[in-house]
């Protein structure tokens, strides 16, 4: 059974920072590309940052933000530093293996965690 396990959520104000980290299981973990994606209320599912040979990220949030993986213990990290009000979201982790379609694309991805909440009071 494929599990996507996020943690690390939480409030935090402009300027802060938080630790993402999602543990996998059920798959084979050190072939897939891991994305993290974010929602905020009303809005659509957007790319944060994935890794895969190599690490992608958003504009937004390129500099701020660092995607890491421990494939020994099956986990992706997000390192959140200089949040912002508008990095306010549910973010979610997911994973696909097909490295040539988009990184970027929510659609591509198979397996998808639960989401956690983070907050960024200004």
């Known amino acids: 059974q494929v599990q996507l396990v996020e943690s690390g959520g939480g409030l935090v104000q402009a300027g802060g920072s938080l630790s993402l980290s999602c543990a996998a299981s059920?798959?084979?973990?050190?072939?897939?590309?891991q994305g993290w994606f974010r929602q905020a209320p009303g809005k659509e599912r957007e790319f944060v940052a994935a890794?895969?040979?190599?690490?992608f990220y958003a504009d937004s949030v390129k500099g701020r933000f660092t995607i890491s993986r421990d494939n020994a213990k099956n986990t992706v990290y997000l390192q959140m530093s200089g949040l912002k009000p508008e990095d306010t979201a549910v973010y979610y982790c997911a994973g696909k293996w097909d490295y040539s379609t988009a990184y970027y694309a929510a659609s591509n991805y198979k397996y998808w965690g639960q989401g956690t909440q983070v907050t960024v009071s200004s």
């Open positions: 890794i895969g040979w190599r690490q």
């Open positions: 059920g798959f084979t973990f050190s072939s897939s590309v």
